[in-house]
């Protein structure tokens, strides 16, 4: 995928979640929103609760404003609870904000990984090969029993969503999303962009 056509995509991923927004389709965090995850450019999780310093800069950094610091109150909100030394480590909640990769936004980096000062985020180029072979966040996993797709209605939404589409997610027959884990990078798009509630596809954090 070109960078022009990585940028179409991401374009029309922003507009999918802005018309579920609109359509009043963005569903109220509850139990069953899924686990958090790290902004891009994450390390290890050990490595990363070591090098990370809780300084905000990322967050700030976030055109998406989708990055958030981890507190207690955050986490009981969508039912994810609280691990050793992860208070004010940012997080990302897709079922409410997902990553857009920085769509839009100036500079050749991803925003996040630039402002990190310790290296927790490694710099990132916001080029979509780059991004696709080097940010782990997580991977989706379809719910079948949920997804309208896989229960006699057509849908597509998350599909559309996805940034790789054709490659991280696809259309299988009357839309069913199809994920290729080794092509997804755990952005949270689809998630973010499901209609039904609670959402028939989730990010699993890295």
Not at 23 to 49: H, I, K, N, T, Y
Not at 58 to 63: H, L, N, R, Y
Not at 90 to 99: G, L, S, T
Not at 125 to 144: F, R, Y
Request: charged share 20%; proline share 6%; net charge neutral.
């Amino acid at each position: 995928m070109d960078r022009r056509s990585f940028i179409g995509k991401l374009t029309g991923a922003t507009l999918s979640v802005a018309g579920a927004i609109g359509g009043g389709l963005a569903m109220v965090a509850g139990s069953e929103s899924s686990a958090c995850l790290r902004p891009p450019g994450a390390l290890l999780e050990e490595d990363f609760l070591a090098t990370c310093i809780r300084c905000g800069r990322c967050a700030d950094a976030c055109p998406n404003r989708c990055i958030v610091g981890f507190t207690e109150d955050a986490g009981a909100e969508l039912d994810v609870k609280p691990g050793l030394g992860q208070r004010n480590t940012p997080v990302i909640f897709a079922r409410k904000k997902a990553c857009i990769l920085c769509n839009g936004a100036p500079g050749e980096d991803l925003l996040c990984t630039a402002a990190c000062p310790t290296g927790a985020l490694v710099k990132t180029k916001k080029d979509a090969d780059v991004v696709q072979a080097t940010v782990k966040m997580g991977k989706a996993e379809v719910d079948t029993t949920l997804c309208y797709s896989f229960n006699g209605a057509s849908c597509g939404a998350c599909v559309r969503a996805c940034p790789f589409e054709g490659t991280a997610l696809r259309a299988g027959l009357w839309e069913k999303p199809l994920v290729d884990p080794e092509a997804c990078i755990g952005c949270g798009l689809c998630e973010r962009a499901c209609v039904h509630y609670p959402q028939a596809i989730r990010v699993r954090p890295a």
